[in-house]
């Protein structure tokens, strides 16, 4: 069957439409914002998705329901938005007329110091206000994990975020009341087409559908696949890496199912972290605050779970404890699908068991036995919207007599891949789980890493690190409480 090409991108702004067929591959959303139209209530501050000065909320339809996500319009591709809907600062209080609720609580609060960070907030609360609009203090600072105020001015920023629903009502906002509205021009956009725009390296393609991505990536194996940008973004904006031609997957419905059997849970590999979130921490409670720090909540908007493991980083923040759960990805070359564990798919750095024209294309889970022990610990220089210094995750398996019958432990941040610590894991098993057979694998260690130095941390306090993280384990799992001291070492590294 032919596939039908479209030779430009259609998105709704604000409450405008816009057509565009002569657009970069590299142009992100901030730079169209200001440079190209205008609308310079968004900030850029840093350029790579920390500070969140650049937040925007973007509308996505999945299944017939409309979600607005904060999202970091610094590295947010232009070329990734066609069908959405893009709400800025600038249109949230009608010219001449009131300021919104979410702008009005942050002046009743005295929130906004210098006011350079404030558009950014304000965006973010927006965002949080529509999905919860009477938030806990827990879920606001969730919400704000990835907003920087340089004016220290928090507590104010909280305070907004609590009157918000006191100041506005919800169904008298437009991005509620005209939903159905909105819903329908987004669907209007929808036409099945692929999308093709600009060449060399300005080129870029949005796929029909999952068979039109592998026929195109089979065609074209050196193209560059972006679902998130949360990295790919940075090799634009702070290293000018020609990334063309690009790929986008974020508009690909079908990769963002999920299935859940009696085995485990599968995700389409364009599931975002928060996409995954509900279940993550419903199956898998001991990830929940791993996936709470993984980056900011735009990074979790953006991100997928699929991108962090083929992007194959070393210090990504998933592998590892997947790797411990067992997980297995599903790659796809052409029509032909097979079924690598994890564990097996990192080879050494920036290699990976894929082969030219092969993606992932989904993630398979499986539910921890009843008799397991598994944790995580992510060990940073800040507790959020930092990347891993070390990440160690670790899985025992007992039997009625206390002895271990299976360990699993890998961490991140080791080694120039994601790394299982076989001598550790095989100093463990057939023992006791018992502190002398713990201080046998933690010496084991040794033979399992030689870390780097870098300025995250030098290669010593890796080792050491890793191991006190297997003693912590044992010592949770044994039901003591060992010495809280991460949070320090986070601080003072």
Known sequence: MTVQIRRSIRFLLNHRLVQLSAVSAVQTLLDFLRLDRNLRGTKEGCAEGDCGACTVLVGRLLDGRLKYESVNACIRFVGSLDGCHIVTVDSLAVPGGPLHPVQQAMVETH??????????FVMSLYGL??????PSVAQIEKALQGNLCRCTGYAAIIRAAEAVSVIGN???DPLVAERATIIGKLESLKD???VEIGEGSERFLLPASVDDLADIYAAEP?????AGSTDVGLWVTKFMRDIAPVVHLSHLDELRRITVDESGIIFGAGVSYTESFPLISKHFPQLTELWN???GQQVRNMGTIGGNIANGSPIGDTPPALIALGASVVLRLGKVQRTVLLEDFFIEYGRQDRQPGEFVE???IPFLPENALYAVYKITKRLDEDISAVCGAFRVTLDGSGTVNEAIIAYGGMAGTPKRASHAEAALTGTAWTEASTEAAIEALGKD???LTDWRASADYRLLVAKNLLRRFHLETRGEEPVRLDRTIRQAV
Do not use: H
Not at 222 to 226: G, N, Y
């Open 293 to 295: 720090r993984i980056g």
């Open 170 to 172: 919800l169904d008298r």
């Open 192 to 194: 099945g087409k692929r």
């Open 222 to 226: 050196k193209a560059r696949i972006v």
């Open 449 to 451: 890493y030689t870390p």
């Open 362 to 364: 989904a993630v398979r």
């Open 111 to 120: 929130a906004s110091q210098c006011g350079f960070c404030t558009p950014g």
């Open 129 to 134: 206000w529509m999905e919860n609009p009477k």
